[in-house]
């Protein structure tokens, strides 16, 4: 079985440890095409992160309108799909964005059975001409994979009637991400990696952090438009000193990042337009061993299970509670190191979500 994945996402070196995985299944070839880079909204350009793995064709093409989500598309996409002759073709974007319209249309053209993947779980209405798009690409596509129970509803209240299965975009790679071996006597370490958007409630974080007594200290990496208020914010509130914020890592650094905190947190808010999709960076701490904090908002209660503390999105109060428990009772950390590392292998590995992965593909190539 020959399959193709179409994939922004895979720009990151890390999250390529599930092509490696899928292509380790005896009989499978697996061609990943990636675009030179990609503009996120928040302006930050990530350029593709090359490695060694040879498990796997990567390959590179042309990206038209990046850092446009829904209305980016690769233009010799349909060149390639000619190069490639895949057996199966899958396009990891939303149904409603141009890249997928596109790609599947040229997939239609040629034969080849396709599946698309959705991460949307609010419902809302899509603009000319998206919501055209989204009803051509059901109609084209042979299978939808959705990353939660949420996203696929919102699917079927769309209009989907296909095949569908639920399975998370990437997993985890619990080779590179692992405990640390180590753990020298430092001041209690609080942690939050990814976007400075508003979304992710990391003004509640400083807010509850104020009223958080003993040592600690907060340590912020990634950027965003946020940053400035927050930096204004730890000066207003008097807890400047112990924030420090850092620039975004690439991919393998952060491993590194995530084995100097004593608890992750993920305090994310709903909006009306979104709410958290998954949370990538809760199943990488705890693969870390590190225990994870998780605000209510979308899937993260799903993914964290009984592993993690979860609060009410929101609510300052409560999570500086959950953090003052878990900075008294290092017993409490222990037990929730190890229940998230456990979670981490046995539900959100890259070799667990990649079975799950070869086993839609082979379903796709049989339907030739």
């Known amino acids: 079985m020959r399959a193709v994945l179409l994939s922004k996402a895979l720009v990151h070196a890390a999250y390529r440890t599930k092509c490696a995985a899928i292509a380790a299944h005896p009989g499978t070839q697996l061609a990943a095409i990636v675009p030179p880079s990609w503009r996120a909204a928040d302006g930050w350009d990530t350029a593709l992160e090359r490695d060694g793995d040879g498990t796997y064709e990567l390959v590179t093409t042309p990206i038209a309108f990046n850092g446009r989500y829904h209305a980016h598309f690769y233009p010799r996409i349909g060149s390639l ?21 596109h790609a599947l249309w040229e997939a239609k053209r040629l034969g080849i059975p396709t599946a698309f993947f959705t991460l ?22 042979r299978r939808a994979i959705a990353a939660s129970e949420d996203a696929a509803g919102r699917l079927r209240a769309r209009g989907y009637r296909g095949l569908m299965d639920v399975i998370p975009q990437f ?14 006597d430092r001041v209690f370490t609080i942690g939050y990696v990814g976007r400075l958007v508003r979304a992710k409630g990391l003004n509640v974080l400083i807010r509850a952090l104020t009223s958080l007594a003993g040592e600690w200290r907060l340590r912020i990496v990634g950027e965003g438009p946020l940053r400035g208020e927050l930096e204004e914010q730890t000066e207003a509130l008097g ?32 909006t009306r337009r979104w709410k958290e999709q998954f949370g990538r960076i809760l199943v ?9 904090v998780g605000s209510s908002s979308g899937e993260i209660p799903n993914v964290v299970g009984n592993a993690g503390v979860i609060t009410p999105e929101g609510d300052a109060r409560a999570l500086a509670t959950a953090l003052a428990e878990l900075m008294a ?3 409490r950390r222990e037990y929730l190191a190890t229940a998230g590392r ?12 990649a079975a799950r992965y070869h086993a839609v593909y082979e379903q796709l190539a049989r339907e030739l």
């Open 329 to 331: 009772n290092a017993a």
């Open 239 to 270: 807890v400047a000193a112990r924030v420090e914020f850092k620039r975004p890592v690439p991919s393998a650094g952060v491993p590194a990042v995530l084995r100097e905190l004593d608890a992750l947190v993920l305090p994310s808010l709903t």
């Open 81 to 101: 799909l000619r190069e490639l002759r895949p057996d199966v073709f899958h396009v990891d974007e939303e149904p409603y964005n141009l890249a997928t319209f």
């Open 171 to 184: 997993g985890v790679d619990t080779e590179a991400f692992y405990p640390a071996t180590v753990h020298p």
């Open 120 to 141: 949307a779980n609010i419902d809302r209405r899509l603009p000319p001409p998206f919501g055209l798009l989204e009803r051509a690409s059901f109609s084209w596509s």
């Open 342 to 353: 456990r979670r981490a292998v046995e539900e959100f590995s890259h070799r667990s979500i």
């Open 284 to 292: 990488e701490a705890m693969a870390c061993g590190v225990p994870v």
